[in-house]
């Protein structure tokens, strides 16, 4: 709220400081609702009077404003129905319109034609309503009725204008109307304006001041001689100087006393004033002349040639004025198959539209940002870079999954609308929960319940859904090796497992600093599950596990006890700690326990990397000596640290699937490696690679056998031991 604040007083940019007033006026909406009782944080029902399906409006960190997202004033898209459809009297006036005759042949025509978007879960409840009862389904019609029609005066139901989408396993990262909205956003570089203003029309002045001086020369001294015409062609220049310095206002060092540019132009106009010259003239005029020569020499020219083309070249601005018009010829809500046209080199009529020359090529940053709304297969999108990292193949999932999902419903109207169903309530923000509380689920929406008993039994949805299930898996451990699966991935993930008749039990990250102390049974089921991939393996010795107890511990309804203690012994002492520190060393042992799902993934879902599990052992090693490379000089290196903690987990993971054979010429290679990174890397690193080593050898970290050697875990007691190795 503070940083909100702040930027709302000081920011430079308009649309920042709006931006800012509004998510301050959004946390004075919590805080005032905390503080009055109208929302309980930690609930998964935080708003007083809105059911669980309705989707609370969040802001950063999970907390619900008290604002429904599908509230607020009418959108145009409602108010554009009003007016077509002659109702007045508000949002229930036109929910109530769109159950008529009028309303529904409307909605009816929406389904089968698809022009349709729904941006927040709740636009899609009137369309399902609608192809229920063109299903001749009037009780199923009634129940979402019943559910939603006290909110039809609060809540939008109605769909927005869209335009249909093509291939569904085809995907983007932004809409080509997103990408233009961040080309134009984009602030002019002033700086990089005013140096071309300097090269183009400031130094071709100056020279030409610079010769009219030297014309008075005679025996090294300025002012000596006047030549016939010298004044009248003095004036010229100064009337020349006057318009260009109205024009051209970027570049100011024509203006500043101490700059030879403005010395030679000061000392012209005070001769037609009646006053002597500058005493600086004589200095200017042999600095510049030693500095570049004298104008019309072959090293002036010359420098002068090269400086003109420097400044000649187009302006990103310009450039950038011309992409945008490329791309507004595209659908501005999707992505483009390729971007090859926005991006090519200006062509001829664009050339004599804006100046530049034909054939001039656009800089890499708008290449870079214009690529972000290439449509499609993930595997590309990864190759490409323009998915660089596992969370933002999460924010693509949806798009893949949601065709996926879909795919059980025979009838291709309701498929459509449960696609478009599902990347909206993919897109509903988190809630901060408590008490081990679940998140909403889409089959608790009144209108997606309506429709289950309408999707198809016959096996094929599971088989996609598994296929899929398996491509995500595959693709997030071949793309990402060293970095655990983001919460919103193993969301999407979870819904894939349940839509292949699955029961994988994946477990989110948990924050250190709302942990309630305990975890929930399936933490007990991903550890039971992991034994069954690890026990016997390099993975379960490095960590001194004893899988086959992990094995016969019991689990309750909702938590494990015996989870809890087992985590919390392997913590260690736990005194002293701050209460952070200690949540996450017990989070940690539950990551241990689990492969934080790692296992999982191997089985019951079963990823097989083409390139090997060797590959992905080396490739999260190379990822953990990056990651150490930035501890040494690092003032706050502790999230570090636990990210490269992290990678090493995994690429233990990794290598422990791996034969006997492979293990030892991955160690090797992992030696190799470190003796090529910085002296405070090896340093770090050498314990922690001995350490792999001893335990492959047979040996224990627990017994003392080894004290050089080191197991590295995220959190250590009194300061990480890697933070002062080198």
């Not at 214009?370 to 449509?375: E, G």
Request: hydrophobic share 45%.
């Amino acid at each position: 709220m503070a940083k909100a604040f702040t930027t709302a007083l000081t920011h430079e940019s308009g649309e920042a400081r709006e931006r800012a007033e509004k998510r301050l006026e959004r946390w004075r909406n919590v805080l005032s609702g905390m503080a009055d009782g109208s929302l309980t944080v930690g609930s998964r029902t935080p708003v007083k009077g809105f059911p669980a399906w309705v989707t609370p409006e969040v802001v950063r960190g999970g907390f619900a404003t008290g604002a429904a997202a599908a509230g607020g004033p009418a959108l145009p898209h409602e108010q554009d129905a009003a007016r077509r459809t002659g109702v007045a009297g508000g949002r229930r006036s036109l929910f109530l319109h769109y159950l008529t005759d009028a309303g529904l042949t409307e909605l009816y025509a929406l389904l089968d034609s698809g022009e349709y978007d729904i941006a927040v879960p709740e636009e899609g409840a009137l369309l399902t309503v609608a192809w229920l009862l063109r299903a001749g389904d009037r009780a199923g019609a009634l129940e979402i009725l019943d559910a939603i029609g006290p909110f039809a005066d609060r809540l939008r139901f109605l769909p927005r204008p869209g335009v249909p989408l093509g291939d569904a396993s085809l995907v983007h990262r932004e809409t080509v109307g997103q990408v233009r909205k961040r080309i134009e956003d984009k602030p002019t570089n002033k700086a990089v304006a005013a140096m071309n203003e300097a090269l183009v029309v400031w130094n071709p002045f100056a020279d030409e001041l610079l010769e009219h001086w030297l014309e008075t020369v005679q025996d090294g001294r300025v002012f000596a001689v006047l030549p016939d015409g010298w004044g009248e062609r003095g004036a010229e220049l100064l009337a020349r100087y006057r318009r260009l310095a109205r024009t051209h206002t970027l570049c100011g060092k024509h203006r500043n006393p101490k700059e030879n540019l403005a010395i030679l132009r000061s000392s012209l106009e005070t001769l037609f004033v009646g006053k002597g010259v500058s005493g600086l003239l004589q200095h200017a005029v042999d600095s510049m002349v030693a500095r570049r020569g004298r104008p019309g020499s072959p090293e002036h020219a010359a420098l002068r040639a090269r400086q003109a083309a420097d400044g000649a070249r187009p302006a990103h601005h310009t450039l950038a004025q011309i992409v945008m018009a490329r791309l507004a010829e595209a659908r501005q809500d999707s992505g483009a198959p390729s971007i090859d046209p926005f991006v090519a080199p200006v062509t001829e009529e664009e050339s004599r539209r804006t100046g530049v020359e034909a054939g001039a090529v656009l800089p890499g940053w708008l290449h870079d940002t214009v690529k972000n709304a290439l449509r499609a297969p993930v595997p590309t999108l990864i190759e490409r870079g323009i998915v660089p990292s596992a969370e933002v193949l999460a924010e693509l999932t949806p798009q893949l999954v949601a065709a996926t999902t879909a795919s059980s419903y025979p009838d291709p109207a309701l498929r459509r609308l449960m696609a478009a169903q599902y990347t909206a309530f993919r897109n509903r923000r988190s809630l901060l929960l408590l008490n081990l509380e679940s998140q909403v689920r889409m089959e608790e929406l009144p209108w997606v319940a309506a429709v289950q008993r309408y999707r198809r039994t016959d096996g094929t949805g599971e088989r996609e859904a598994h296929a899929v299930l398996v491509q995500l898996g595959e693709l997030a451990l071949q793309g990402f090796p060293g970095t655990v699966l983001p919460n919103p991935l193993l969301s999407e993930l979870g819904a894939l497992t349940r839509r292949a008749g699955l029961r994988v039990p994946f477990v989110e990250e948990l924050a250190a600093d709302i942990f309630m102390g305990t975890f929930s049974t399936k933490y007990l089921r991903a550890a039971q599950l992991a034994a069954d991939v690890l026990e016997g393996t390099l993975y379960e010795r490095y960590y001194g596990i004893d899988y086959a107890a992990v094995r016969a511990l019991e689990g309750g309804r909702q938590t494990s006890d015996a989870f809890d203690a087992l985590c919390r012994t392997r913590a260690g002492n736990l005194a002293g700690r701050s209460w952070v520190a200690a949540n996450g060393k017990v989070i940690e042992q539950a990551q241990i326990l689990t492969t934080h799902n790692l296992a999982a993934l191997v089985h019951p879902v079963g990823v097989s990397p083409s390139p090997g599990w060797d590959d992905l052992a080396r490739r999260a090693f190379g990822v953990t000596c990056r990651l150490v490379r930035q501890v040494h000089g690092n003032p706050r290196p502790l999230g570090t640290v636990k990210d490269a903690a992290y990678a090493w987990r995994q690429a233990v993971f990794f290598l422990a699937l791996c034969g006997l054979k492979e293990q030892v010429a991955v160690i090797a290679w992992m030696q190799d490696e470190l003796d090529r990174q910085p002296p405070h890397t090896a340093a770090r690193l050498d314990p922690v690679l001995a350490g792999l080593r001893h335990v492959l050898a047979g040996g224990s970290l627990d017994d003392g056998t080894a004290p050089g050697a080191r197991r590295f875990t995220g959190w250590a007691p009194g300061g990480h031991w890697l933070i002062k190795a080198a």
